[in-house]
């Protein structure tokens, strides 16, 4: 009789304390026994649920069949496609009672508009800010054409993505993701690709992120010390004059380009910008202020933990919108300034198609990128029957987010006086220092970055070590290591090369050839000639995605 008040659902087994038997919090379909009870047979009385007497009958047949074979034989256990959901699992106790299993929670689901903001602020990065530089390197004409082209193929490559697991027959792909696809497909070749092409995106965005907080940490602290000093600049920077100025802080070596746009042009990158020695010997945007995010950032990417950084995400979205709200007010204030010369340059405009558009499209790229991560973003999407359309307008919202600022931005750069190939891979950096917009902007944009780049360097860290040593930390020293070589790219970039238009369009068509195009295409194909649906049609389109991948990244080598 004393088995008669044992609990159906235990975890026990031969060897174990019973002491474990009580707990639902780690439920596991292959070891415990649940007893499910059927919506219609729990009868509610005030507090408690109770089991009507058909549940009962069939909770005593259980117990029957369940002592007709030893405690250690499994033959007549329940197959585990016939256990129900934690959701649906009630434990049965001799006086009656039901008891709704509450240890397993399912995640929370949200509604379409959540999942497409998701989507929308995860994708809207860094990438933003060198779309302008973008358009001017590609032409107006031609990269409003590209930006548009890049975005449907980046959809429809992602939709591939999306639904590759569910091609997957007789196998639960449930909790799968896109590396999991890719090594049933190619086996470990494919399982480590997919990882290292991932590490390329994540490192890259590591290196922009680090080389953009030294600009912005520069020109923050900048800003500080003039107003502190009430030090102008307004005569020691190469640019348009009034209180709204835009910059040249390289123009362009060709005979006429400068035009009458300013008067000064100081060479370094806006470094000395005041007579304070001093002052610009310790607080370099190349030489020293890299180095000093070393100390802040070094100790928060050994932290074992990033959760705390999580609650931060919401920056983002912030940023972006006080981002619109810039450039609108910026265009606003300097009109509209276009020129269209189709092919040949002017002294102040580019031609509208140029030769230097794989750069754009390597950006774009990037910008475009989150096919590493659709399948866990959509997982938690309450229609999952809407996933196809929701993704295509978060990529509408995306897209037309780009094209509004980099058309905007632009337009709106004043030429004349100031000839567009001005225009710089990070657009702010036209911008004074002291510009008070500006610097609100460079602000919430460091403080967003410093609070996701802990992040970054956490699923880096996961990826990694959990590949190479199987824990996500298996050492302080380990994680060190590790940090020390992602920091000093940083360093390395943010000093010798702070370009991140470039450095943004290599780790995109790298990371993209493999992720967006190789691997996309060839599991599609692979899987309709599996069905006896592959076509010529089909196989040419998807071999020429492959071709594109592959000459998107070849060209970043010849601009």
């Known amino acids: 009789m004393e088995d008669d008040s044992k609990p159906l659902l235990s975890s026990e087994q031969p060897g174990e304390s019973y002491s474990h038997q009580g707990s639902t919090d780690s439920l596991d379909c292959k070891a415990k026994r649940p007893f499910h009870v059927e919506p219609r047979n729990i009868v509610a009385d005030d507090q408690l649920e109770r089991v009507s007497s058909e549940a009962s009958i069939l909770n005593s047949r259980v117990h029957y069949y369940g002592r007709l074979t030893g405690s250690s034989d499994r033959l007549l256990s329940p197959p585990n496609h016939v256990i129900p959901g934690p959701e649906e699992i009630y434990i049965y106790s001799p006086l009656g009672t039901a008891f709704k299993v509450t240890g397993s929670e399912r995640p929370s689901k949200n509604p379409s508009i959540i999942t497409i903001f998701a989507i929308w602020n995860t994708m809207m990065g860094t990438s933003v800010l060198s779309i302008p530089w973008g358009i001017k390197q590609a032409g107006f004409t031609m990269g409003v054409i590209i930006l548009v082209f890049t975005g449907l193929l980046m959809l429809y490559c992602c939709y591939i993505v999306l639904k590759s697991p569910k091609g997957i027959p007789y196998i639960d792909t449930s909790d799968w993701e896109f590396p999991d696809v890719c090594r049933y497909y190619f086996g470990k070749l494919g399982q480590w690709s997919s990882l290292v ?268 070590m959990g590949q190479l040593f199987g824990s996500p930390y298996p050492s302080f020293f380990h994680v060190l290591a590790q940090n020390i070589l992602v920091v000093g790219a940083g360093v390395l970039m943010a000093k010798f090369y702070p370009n991140i238009g470039s450095i943004i369009r290599f780790s995109g068509a790298t990371c993209g050839l493999a992720l967006v195009f190789i691997f996309p295409a060839l599991i599609h194909m692979i899987s309709l000639k599996r069905q006896g649906n592959l076509r010529w049609p089909s196989a040419l389109f998807h071999s020429f995605l492959i071709l594109l991948g592959l000459t998107n990244l070849v060209a970043q080598f010849l601009m």
């Open 197 to 464: 092409f991932s590490m390329v995106s994540l490192i890259g965005a590591m290196v922009v992120y680090w080389v953009l907080m030294s600009n912005f940490l520069y020109n923050t602290g900048q800003f500080i010390y003039n107003y502190g000093h009430n030090v102008t600049v307004s005569d020691k920077e190469w640019g348009t004059n009034g209180s709204d100025k835009v910059l040249c802080p390289y123009p362009p070596t060709t005979p006429g380009g400068n035009g009458s746009a300013g008067v000064f042009f100081l060479h370094g990158g806006g470094n000395d910008t005041s007579d304070d020695v001093p002052f610009q010997h310790w607080w370099s945007k190349t030489n020293t202020v890299p180095f000093y995010l070393i100390i802040l950032l070094l100790p928060l990417l050994c932290l074992r933990s990033a959760s705390f950084f999580a609650r931060f995400t919401f920056l983002g979205t912030i940023s972006v919108l006080y981002l619109l709200t810039l450039v609108t007010v910026k265009a606003v204030r300097h009109g509209f300034h276009l020129g269209f010369h189709w092919w040949d340059s002017t002294q102040f405009y580019v031609p509208e198609f140029r030769i230097f558009f794989p750069q754009l499209t390597g950006i774009l790229t990037l910008a475009f990128f989150i096919h590493n991560c659709i399948i866990t973003l959509m997982k938690s999407n309450k229609h999952q029957e809407n996933n196809v359309r929701d993704l295509s307008v978060a990529y509408l919202l995306v897209g037309l987010t780009y094209l509004y600022v980099g058309v905007m931005v632009f337009a709106s750069f004043p030429s004349p006086p100031l000839p567009k190939d001005c225009i710089q891979p990070n657009f702010l950096d036209n911008f004074s220092s002291s510009d008070v917009m500006v610097f609100v902007a460079r602000t919430f944009l460091l403080f967003q970055m410093i609070t996701v780049y802990p992040l970054l360097g956490y699923l880096v860290r996961v990826q990694i």
